[in-house]
Antibody
Framework: EVQLVESGGGLVQSGGSLRLSCAAS????????MSWVRQAPGKGLEWVAN????????YYVDSVKGRFTISRDNAKNSLYLQMNSLGAEDTAVYYC??????????????WGQGTLVTVSS | QSVLTQPPSVSAAPGQKVTISCSGS????????VSWYQQLPGTAPKLLIY???KRPSGIPDRFSGSKSGTSATLGITGLQTGDEADYYC???????????FGGGTKLTVL
């Protein structure tokens, strides 16, 4: 069965950095765009970023541009999110998500369990 | 404030039908496919509808989707208590070059 397992979340001070990882298994990771989606406590979903199969295209929500970097290592079947200059507004559960057809049409059929990032002031 | 507008809550009795609207603009819903997700408390979202009106395997036909212009609608018939959840629409916004979600709608099955 397809699995996505996030790690790297935790408590960090405002202005700090954190690197999230998403380990993928049981599918050909290099054939799929991948995305990060976050959800602040008690709030709705917010798409954060996505990355093309070979890493040549990346897109970000405006609120994280210049601070977050999405990357991937297809040899390790892993997706990453480097988060710098963190603020309270970045406190959320971060999910990695896979689109069902390879290209990112927004049809995410597999999600990780999420990893909680808490930014303290 | 979300780019896509959904009602904060809807409710209906078991066995009844409910619709959830998702309103956008020409740069998002008017220009791309809409997906819908169900999120039960404490769990990751689950894909219900993609490409405006298609259901992934395993999703019952009680769930349906439609799109007209810059709005989309999720329909749920034969409501069950297990359908109580938050529902989100999503699409790509070409002006923002980003994927956007609606603010979510909490469904209560009375």
């Amino acid at each position: 069965e397809v699995q996505l397992v996030e790690s790297g979340g935790g408590l960090v001070q405002s202005g700090g950095s954190l690197r999230l990882s998403c380990a993928a298994s049981e599918f050909t990771f290099s054939n799929y765009w991948m995305s990060w989606v976050r959800q602040a406590p008690g709030k709705g979903l917010e798409w954060v970023a996505n990355i093309k199969q070979d890493g040549s295209e990346k897109y970000y929500v405006d609120s994280v541009k210049g601070r977050f970097t999405i990357s991937r290592d297809n040899a390790k079947n892993s997706l990453y999110l480097q988060m710098n200059s963190l603020g309270a507004e970045d406190t959320a559960v971060y999910y990695c998500a896979r689109p069902q057809r390879g290209y990112d049409y927004g049809d995410y059929d597999y999600w990780g369990q999420g990893t909680l990032v808490t930014v303290s002031s | 404030q979300s780019v896509l507008t959904q009602p904060p809550s809807v409710s209906a009795a078991p066995g009844q039908k409910v619709t959830i609207s998702c309103s956008g603009s020409i740069s998002n819903i008017g220009n791309d496919y809409v997906s819908w997700y169900q999120q039960l408390p404490g769990t990751a979202p689950k894909l219900l509808i993609y490409d405006n009106n298609k259901r992934p395997s395993g999703i019952p036909d009680r769930f349906s989707g439609s799109k007209s212009g810059t709005s989309a609608t999720l329909g749920i018939t034969g409501l069950q208590t297990g359908d109580e959840a938050d529902y989100y629409c999503g699409t790509w916004d070409s002006s923002l070059s980003a994927r956007v979600f609606g603010g979510g709608t909490k469904l209560t099955v009375l």
